[in-house]
């Protein structure tokens, strides 16, 4: 089996900080949708999962 191997390497420090802020960027708004049953749920309020 032949397999071939690449390595990545950035040009510079400023690239690298480049590409760690874009990345952060796409994940920075994500706020998870959670609805009442599981909120309460992880919040442990019983009564609230009632509901």
């Known amino acids: 089996m ?3 191997g690449y390595e990545l390497k ?3 420090k400023e690239v690298g900080m480049m ?3 874009m ?6 708004e ?3 949708e959670y609805n ?3 909120r309460a749920l ?7 999962m009632n509901k």
């Open 2 to 4: 032949n397999t071939e």
């Open 10 to 12: 950035l040009t510079s």
């Open 19 to 21: 590409f760690k802020n």
């Open 23 to 28: 990345i952060k960027g796409w994940f920075k």
């Open 30 to 32: 994500y706020v998870p």
């Open 36 to 38: 009442d049953f599981v």
């Open 42 to 48: 992880l919040f442990e309020d019983v009564e609230a």
